[in-house]
């Protein structure tokens, strides 16, 4: 008898020490006889408000009408089947989690229930269930809060990396001690790069990373880094140029850079940076300065113009009046006529000069006409050279060309023979011996190529190019404005053509006009 009541005793101390352990875990025992539907539930602080009270052993007694009553509509279907399947036997337990009006009317509570069968009949048909809810209200909660911060971070995450990606703004990560640098941007990661390892990274070595930097900013960008790393420099803002998406081209890149992490000693352990791509604006910056030079340059020109104006006009007209005066106080024939030729050159070298400032003008209002028609190719090359042959200094004969072919195409007959007068006028001015030869070819694409070759001072190869543009004068003592070759050239790009010389210093120059004649339509 003692033996029994110690057992009993020791019974009653193990359930109410497992009913504290259960309550402190908000967990709730119950039972379920499947012949009668009804729920059996022992625990005073856990049963529905609106429940009867505790039959003769002390449970609460739950109909399973009542039971089901209890759950969400959301879940209530779902949790019959559960039951309804332990019961046919398609399962042996369950576990689900669901809302619940257990406990009080006023809000839903989250619980998790689990049940299994617990006796079968002589037939092998459940008739008693066992099982347990447990009250996770607050662990939903913070599941459910947990969760929507994740989907939130995931947004964000998604609209900073959507604005970067669209800035061309590249995060990057280091580690100095094992000389690595990473990023998870798929669209910057460097061309030769490993492919992405399992948390989506491109990798790429400190070396591999700073042989991509251009020759001329390797050391710099190199001793910025070294200084970083060694705590010498919190921070770190370079803009170099850098083979960063291939091997084809340098792009630039403005790097910034800090420590995120550092050891006990002050050495930096990890860095954080970004390195975003302003290939655009760097060349924006370029063509602005570069468009600042040529200003400059142009305005240098365009003063040096004005003075060379002045006096290229002085000159003439000065020398007009002054053998104007002479001749009219002369009586002397020899004299006279000498005077008259003096003042007639001057007259024509004006005149060149005026038609010069007028067809710039012109050329730059874009307001120069063109005369379209059949052009004669020998026919204008003979009189050209007839009407300039007086102008000829001796010493240099001026003749025309050779064997040359019968050609005949559509095109401004004026400003060709604009264009074949400069050329020949300046051969003019710097060929002293030898000779001046115009002459023409016509190529198999029906290109015309007009040209004028001479024995003279010839032009440096570096400054061939610069003979074309605007106020540019090879002898600044020779009469002329610098604007002949300039306007021949623009004449004929207008007319869809192209010039160009081939010159060598102190054996004589060639310079040549291709023109293509036009289509009636065009």
Known sequence: LRSLVGSEMCIRDRNMTLSSVLSLARVIPWECDLKKRTFYCDYKAYHPTHSAGPDEQGRYVIPMDQYFAGIHPDFRQQAIRMIDELVEGVRKEFNETYLVHWFNNREWEWVQVQSGVAEHDAEGQPVHLIGSAQRITEQKRMEMALREASEDLTVKNATLSSVLSIARVIPWFGDPDAGIFWCDYDTYHPAGATGPDASGN??????????????????Q???????????????????????????????????????????????????????RVVTAQKRMEESLCEAKEQAERSNTLKSAFLANMSHEIRTPLNAIIGFSELLAQTDDPQERQEYAGIVSRNNELLLQLINDILDLSKIEAGTMEFSYG????????????????????QGVTLSLA??????????????????????????????????????????????????????????????QEEIFNRFIKLDSFKQGTGLGLPICKNLVERMGGSIGVDSRRGEGSCFCLLYTSPSPRD
Request: hydrophobic share 30%.
């Open 374 to 393: 059949e052009v004669n190719a020998g026919a204008l090359c003979t009189e050209i050279v007839e009407s300039m042959r007086l102008r000829n200094p």
């Open 402 to 463: 050779e064997g040359l072919s019968e050609c005949h195409f559509l095109g401004d007959r004026a400003r060709i023979t604009q264009v074949l007068t400069n050329f020949i006028t300046n051969a003019q001015k710097f060929t002293e011996q030898g000779h001046i030869r115009l002459g023409y070819a016509v190529r198999e694409d029906d290109t015309v190529r007009f040209y004028v070759e001479d024995t003279g001072i010839g032009i440096e190869a570096e400054r």
């Open 202 to 219: 491109y990798t790429l070595s400190v070396k591999a990373y700073f042989n991509r930097i251009h020759p001329d900013y390797r050391a």
């Open 221 to 275: 960008a190199l001793d910025q880094y070294t200084d970083l790393v060694e705590g010498r420099i919190g921070e770190l803002h370079e803009t170099y140029p850098v083979h960063w998406n291939d091997d084809r081209e340098y792009e630039w890149v403005e790097v910034q850079s800090s420590v995120s992490r550092q050891s006990p000693d002050g050495k930096t352990r990890r860095l954080f940076g970004s390195a």
